[in-house]
């Protein structure tokens, strides 16, 4: 029956010598891509795109600044799922993908933090002003920090995890008042240029290396959740075979 | 102005944008370097308690058995 075959390779796929090799097959590939679409996305917006008529060439930091806000939300969420899952189900892999994801959703809250800041200088006379968007990142940012800090906190790792999933739930509702904060307050920070139910207001020059720096940062992504849940698994799982073998055969190299 | 000092010149906001792309690049390979030490570190602190374990047997068995 179809109900019986899907759990069974997903339980597969969630033993941790499985979901090793599998990640580390698709990493090297995950990550190619990655530097290959960013190379194409840096070429087409900071050589082909044409400056902005209103804030010309300072324009060119939307394509790191807004794929990388994509990500600070789109990682939280996976953080928040892969969270629920683990306290419900007690799935060891789901904790991993959690907590190993927390570290990279904070290097992309502080990359749009940064880059934000250093277009608002020259745009509104100022690096961080208190307004919605720009407190609701920061809001994030501090989210992702105390869900690190609570999951260190604990001796026992999945002790830890448990507290720091916890955490990462009800977080989420921080992710929509990020999203809606240009829409639901006055804010100093531009509403979004980029809509997929409808016309972007973005002319295609410009369009087409952020969204290709979008898919760049997604497969950046699966290629760092890979390579960090793999090394998690090993430092978890040191006493089994399938580490000893791989730290014996790692040392001959 | 050549063609490569204009780009470079970001029509005077080199100093926000290059730096913006300096932070972006910089973080993101932290983020890709900090797994690697950690790997190296895991495998290299397992080896250490895998030679300490065997070190240990090797003691409490008796000394007619040669090691292979």
Redesign the interface.
């Known amino acids: 029956m179809m109900s019986d075959w899907i759990p069974l390779w997903l339980h597969k796929l969630g033993s941790p010598p499985t979901f090793y090799r599998f990640a580390g097959t698709l990493q090297p590939w995950a990550m190619t891509l990655a530097l290959l679409l960013g190379a194409i996305a840096l070429y087409g917006g ?2 082909l795109a044409p ?1 902005d008529y209103q804030q ?3 324009y ?2 939307i394509f ?2 807004v794929p ?1 806000a994509w990500m600070s939300m789109f990682i939280y969420a996976v953080m928040g799922v892969a969270s629920f899952i683990a306290l419900v189900w007690r799935i060891k892999l789901a904790e991993v993908v959690a907590m190993q994801s927390a ?2 959703g904070a ?1 992309f809250t ?2 749009t933090l ?2 934000g800041s ?2 608002g ?2 745009m509104w006379g100022t690096w961080w002003t208190w307004d919605a968007r720009l407190t609701s990142e920061l809001v994030l940012l501090f989210l992702y920090l105390g869900v690190i800090g609570l999951y260190h906190a604990f001796e026992d790792r999945r002790q830890g995890a448990r507290a720091a999933g916890f955490l990462a739930i009800i977080g989420v509702i921080n992710v929509p008042i990020v999203h809606f904060s240009v829409n639901w307050w006055n804010t100093l920070h531009q509403g979004s240029t980029v809509n997929v139910f409808g016309q972007s207001k973005m002319a295609w020059d410009m369009l087409w290396p952020l969204l290709t720096m979008t898919l760049a940062t997604k497969f ?1 992504y699966v290629a ?1 959740l890979f ?2 849940a ?2 998690d698994l ?2 978890m799982e ?1 006493g089994k075979d399938w ?2 073998k ?3 055969d ?2 001959d190299r | 102005m050549s063609a490569l000092q204009h780009f470079f010149a970001m029509g005077g906001y080199a100093a926000y944008v290059w730096p913006a792309y300096a932070a972006f690049f910089i973080v993101l390979i932290a983020d890709t370097l900090a797994p690697r030490l950690r790997r190296r570190r895991v495998l290299r602190e397992l080896r250490a308690r895998l030679a300490r374990q065997s070190a240990r047997q090797q003691r409490h068995s008796p000394p007619s058995a040669p090691s292979a």
């Open positions: 900071l050589l400056a010309g060439d300072a060119r930091i790191i600044h990388s570290p990279i290097a502080f990359i940064v880059t250093l277009w200088k020259p950046y760092s390579r960090r793999r090394t090993l430092d040191g580490v000893r791989i730290a014996e790692e040392a």
